[in-house]
């Protein structure tokens, strides 16, 4: 059996785009993911609106219009549409992006299975917001949370500067690895909030992502299925080829996400010696080396919890801070490597799985199991639908949970029950 993906003939990605001003801007985090996009030379922009997500793809139209990006708009009816959009313009080899948020991702919840499971390199930002019901605009990050499982890549932004970066990068590992990139980052907090971004430029930036190849080389003479209905078994084909059923080919896709860890760390190397900044990889770290105690969270708390882990360093509480960048696929041995001597970790999900605790939680806890550490983990539900998270809080969680664990205080309760942080329930 084949299990090498066969390349096509080369793509024409856009090749001189007029050159955004390179230098600093002060811009927001959705037009951050635009100029990203814009700088990576993208040929299709898939699009329909919904909060905190419009501004990107309104940015991008305006691109498009003026002539500055030479790419095709596609404004859709919907939200299953624009992915739809995405997949078939991917394989004919256009370099593709889209953008959305909460229900509007679940609304494109089959075809986000399609696109992975075709091996598509689609890149999709993902402005987190809240689910409904009860309606809300406002920000968590339950709306990617919940399509963890959809086999896409989830990289997680702390800053608007991280979320350009990742999105230029997103396209480069989508196109190494054939899977699509969700680019993940909250709504409001970065979407609509200004901050210094370094854009680089347009040209490096031409230089450092090679055109798409796409796996599904089209040609009028020799018309082929895509994707037909997949027997279990595997196969011969009307040409006596062997093919894969279909746990043949999930096992692959499962396979070429876990062996993607490598191929993100290169990229964000590779990155950093050209541009000067390192987005951290799959994770990064804030007074680490000697913490007992260790925060794991991902997203824009990242920046609240740094601030408190300084304020429990000043009453003497040797805290730490590790935050994911990469969580589908989850790096367990990068964790495992990081957290194996550290006595006490706190979870902070801004997320739930409903019925037990955290989605960092849950999949931190499998991971630890993995290992002889006889690390204890406490799991934080906080934020969610845009409630507020003050640095303080986050202290006084740590600090509680510090102070009960030197008291041996800690019951199996506190393990397995997801606590809250500013509930007032």
């Not at 919940?146 to 997103?170: K, P, Y």
């Not at 019925?355 to 960092?360: A, C, K, L, S, V």
């Amino acid at each position: 059996m084949k299990t090498i993906l066969e390349k096509g003939p080369k793509t024409e990605t856009q090749k001189n785009p007029k050159s955004y001003p390179s230098g600093t801007h002060i811009i927001t985090g959705n037009q951050a993911t635009a100029i990203g996009a814009y700088l990576s030379g993208v040929q299709v922009v898939a699009a329909y609106p919904i909060t905190p997500q419009s501004p990107v793809v309104e940015e991008l139209a305006r691109f498009i219009e003026s002539g500055e990006l030479n790419a095709e708009f596609v404004h859709v009816e919907s939200e299953h549409s624009a992915m739809s959009v995405c997949i078939g313009a991917s394989i004919v080899g256009a370099r593709v992006f889209t953008a959305t948020s909460a229900n509007g991702l679940a609304y494109m919840c089959e075809q986000l299975h399609w696109a992975s499971g075709s091996r598509l390199p689609i890149v999709m930002a993902c402005v987190n917001r809240a689910m409904a019901a009860p309606w809300s605009v406002q920000n968590d990050q339950q709306d990617s949370m919940s399509q963890r499982d959809a086999g896409w890549i989830q990289l997680f932004c702390r800053n608007n500067q991280e979320i350009l970066d990742t999105v230029i990068q997103a396209f480069k590992i989508a196109e190494k690895v054939y899977l699509p990139v969700m680019v993940c980052y909250d709504g409001y907090i970065l979407s609509h909030t200004v901050m210094p971004v370094e854009v680089p430029n347009a040209k490096d930036v031409q230089d450092f992502i090679p055109p798409y190849v796409p796996h599904t080389p089209i040609d009028l003479k020799k018309p082929v299925n895509i994707n037909p209905v997949t027997l279990p078994d595997p196969r011969q084909n009307a040409d006596g080829i062997v093919c894969h059923g279909y746990l043949e080919h999930k096992y692959l896709h499962h396979t070429a996400l876990r062996e993607s860890f490598p191929v993100i760390e290169e990229i964000d190397n590779e990155f950093k010696e050209r541009f000067g900044r390192s987005c951290g990889g799959l994770c990064s770290t804030y007074k680490f080396d000697d913490a007992k105690i260790v925060v794991v969270c991902a997203g824009s708390i990242s920046l609240l919890s740094s601030i408190a882990i300084d304020m429990l360093r000043e009453v003497g509480i040797p805290a730490g801070l590790l935050t994911l960048r990469t969580y589908r696929p989850f790096p367990n041995e990068k964790l495992l490597q990081l957290l194996h001597d550290k006595k006490l970790i706190v979870t902070i999900d801004k997320s739930l799985s409903y019925g037990y605790q955290g989605p960092i939680c849950v999949d931190l806890k499998s991971a630890l199991f993995e290992s002889s550490s006889d690390t204890l983990l406490i799991g934080y539900i906080a934020g969610l639908g845009g409630r507020d998270v003050k640095p303080y809080e986050i202290a006084e969680a740590v600090y509680e949970t510090w102070d009960k664990y030197n008291k041996g205080k800690i019951v199996k309760r506190d393990l397995t029950e997801a606590k809250w942080i500013n509930c007032k329930y």
